[in-house]
């Protein structure tokens, strides 16, 4: 069980640690120059069990016997709550430390506000210094914490009054934190949820060894041998590690895990002292993925004077990281105080966050802790992060375990314009594992797509309403242009009043087909009740002009040039050229040119040749004419015309495939 000291400077943290542990945790120079706790400290301590020393849980040492108490001991002087918020980023247990002669001072108000806000529900208070006052100060003091704990999540936490010094008390505190701990180890699950995250907060080289991070364990666990990742604050890419030891609660270990201070010895090409840093990250691979911002729930403290307003500048510290970032309140511009909200804190660098991690919010200056929270998302959408849709579905991912979390979500996403929920960036933004993810995907009342970005899911209600969607805007289609066969698959996306995402909607028309519930009719969809059909003369035009533009190949003649060829007036020839294509016998590619089917996926194909040739690169419009020869003009207007179809993206003067030509002309 890891405790962390908190309250004002002076008030006998440190004095209380040395006394239940024997150990100094002022290791600084400075520290012991000025008699002044700076930054934090650690000591550990054996916890007799049941059936003596050696029996217990496997939190212990290599053996995996013995209960252990970790001390983290935190400065109380109000210029290090930097270093104090990094202490207690990751406790199981809250000892308050109040002087009786000085009792409750500013940073013992202040550290007992972080402590709610990061939700520390498990605490015990040490009175101390009673050496120094009478009994009836000891009361007064006493009944002055009691009435400060109420509102807060220590509410009834026992007092003990002590004196490190004398050592009056001491035995009553110490036997208090061992039942403490017995317990924590009973409750802690046999398990570890979730891959390896270690938060750093300290670095430093051993000779012989080379270089050691140690940090709380937030989840998962470790062993020797392990390939890591070191995710650097301020840097998206990681730097490759090996754990070549080990110890967990300052003993030597096969395995760390979470709930532990661990200290770990890592060796790599790339790394040495200088690269790490205070609010970095080790972690298993699949749980890197540095974010510059993130939707979280935002609670404001009810001591300040004035609410939080949008795009207020901020200090975030979120496990040993400290930042600077605004925060966008969503919804409201404001959070009053004493009032929680859902908001968005966009930050001037990268970090590590995911789901429940919970942070403090500090003022510009860094020198008055005005809120705190817990990340929900932190892969929100790039836009329209304030809309209804995304507020329903912010609420419905707060849910804490992961199952009714996505039933939530599936259940909000088929009620919106929201397409489903992307499986992989669900199950790390929850940091679960393989084994975790999979029983994600046995849920009842969902199915599973694949998509190009991940598997989606989504509900059957939702499933349901995309393809009544798709039959309704078919329907309609066909009332509007009765003698066209139908809209091809990016003309029924058009169509659609709020269009699903595009491995959704290739989903939805690919099982209608396969149910015979819509037809695929050459590169067009029509329902099976409609048969267009054209006029007598324009079948006989057709004919004419169907071998006009099956001997023009991949570069058909312009509509002015058919017309002179068969003696016709361009505007009937016009009119003519766009009913053929209502009937999906030609493709307008341009307003004087028209394709035949068979030309633009001959065409679409040489795109994607160009690109699996070139998949970083793309390719140029000179690149594409060379490859067809049809010609500069046409190439451009072929080009143009597979950018507003969605086939290509373009990026200067280069173009990428965003979707394959199957998914966007159709398969056939």
Request: hydrophobic share 45%; net charge negative; glycine share 10%.
């Amino acid at each position: 069980m890891i405790i962390a000291t908190a309250g004002h400077v002076d008030h006998g943290k440190t004095t209380l640690v040395r006394a239940l542990t024997g150990v100094d945790t002022d290791r600084l120079p400075e520290e012991k120059k000025r008699g002044l706790t700076i930054d934090i400290g650690f000591a550990y301590q054996d916890v007799a069990t049941a059936a003596g020393p050696e029996a217990g849980a496997e939190a212990g040492p290599k053996s995996g016997a013995g209960i252990v108490m970790g001390f983290v001991d935190v400065p109380g002087h109000e210029r290090f709550v930097k270093n104090m918020l990094a202490g207690v980023a990751s406790i199981d247990f809250a000892l308050l430390v109040v002087a009786a002669d000085d009792g409750v001072m500013p940073q013992t108000e202040e550290h007992l506000a972080i402590l709610g806000l990061l939700d520390i529900q498990q605490g015990a208070v040490a009175i101390t210094k009673i050496d120094r006052v009478d009994p009836e100060r000891v009361q007064e003091v006493m009944a002055e914490v009691s009435a400060l704990l109420a509102p807060t999540p220590l509410a009834g936490s026992p007092l003990f009054p002590v004196s490190g010094e004398v050592g009056t008390g001491m035995a009553e505190l110490k036997q208090h934190l061992e039942a403490a701990a017995r317990g924590h180890a009973e409750r802690a699950a046999a398990t570890d949820p979730g891959h390896f995250r270690l938060s750093i907060d300290r670095a430093f080289t051993v000779p012989g060894a080379g270089l050691i991070v140690t940090g709380a364990v937030f989840s998962g666990r470790v062993a020797v041998g392990d390939r890591l990742i070191l995710a650097c604050h301020g840097k998206t890419e990681g730097i490759e590690a090996r754990v070549r030891g080990l110890r967990a609660l300052d003993r030597a270990a096969d395995i760390g895990r979470a709930g532990q201070r661990c200290a770990v010895n890592i060796a790599g090409a790339d790394l040495h002292q200088s690269v790490v840093g205070r609010g970095d990250w080790l972690l298993a691979a699949p749980a890197h993925a540095p974010v510059r911002k993130f939707d979280a729930r935002v609670r404001v403290l009810e001591s300040e004077a004035k609410p939080l307003a949008h795009w207020t500048p901020v200090h975030l510290h979120l496990a040993a990281v400290d930042i600077t970032g605004h925060i966008a309140v969503l919804g409201e511009r404001r959070i009053m105080p004493g009032e929680d909200a859902l908001a968005q804190l966009v930050l001037d660098a990268p970090i590590g966050a995911l789901f429940g991690d919970r942070f403090i919010l500090r003022d510009q200056s860094a020198q008055r802790t005005l809120a705190g929270g817990v990340v929900i998302d932190p892969f929100p959408p790039h836009r329209g992060r304030a809309r209804p849709d995304r507020l329903a579905m912010l609420r419905a991912m707060e849910t804490e375990a992961p199952e009714p979390a996505l039933t939530a979500m599936l259940g909000v996403a088929s009620q919106g314009a929201i397409n489903g929920v992307n499986l992989p960036r669900f199950a790390q933004t929850r940091n679960l594992t393989e084994a975790e993810s999979a029983n994600l995907r046995q849920m009842e009342g969902q199915i599973i797509l694949s998509a190009s970005d991940g598997d989606l899911a989504l509900s059957l209600d939702r499933w349901q309403l995309v393809e009544q969607a798709i039959l309704a805007a078919l329907a309609a289609w066909h009332a509007k242009q009765p003698e066209a066969v139908g809209p091809n698959d990016h003309a029924l996306r058009g169509a659609l009043t709020s269009p699903p995402a595009p491995a959704l909607l290739a989903a939805a028309i690919g099982h209608l087909v396969d149910q015979r519930a819509i037809i695929r009719d050459g590169m067009s969809l029509r329902l099976p009740s409609h048969s267009p059909r054209p006029s007598d003369s324009d079948l006989a035009l057709w004919k004419a002009v169907a071998l006009i533009l099956e001997e023009g190949g991949i570069r058909p003649p312009r509509v002015r040039e058919l017309a002179e060829e068969l003696k016709m007036d361009p505007k009937q020839m016009e009119a003519f050229l766009k009913r053929c294509a209502r009937q999906g016998r030609l493709m307008a590619v341009a307003p004087n040119r028209y394709f035949p089917p068979a030309a633009v996926r001959e065409l679409a194909e040489a795109v994607e040749r160009l690109c699996a040739a070139a998949p970083e690169e793309g390719f140029t419009a000179a690149a594409f004419k060379n490859d067809t020869g049809i010609g500069r003009n046409v190439a451009i207007e072929v080009l143009e015309f597979f950018d507003t179809s969605g086939l290509t993206r373009r990026q200067g003067n280069v173009r990428h495939l965003r979707r394959p030509a199957a998914a966007v002309f159709g398969d056939n």
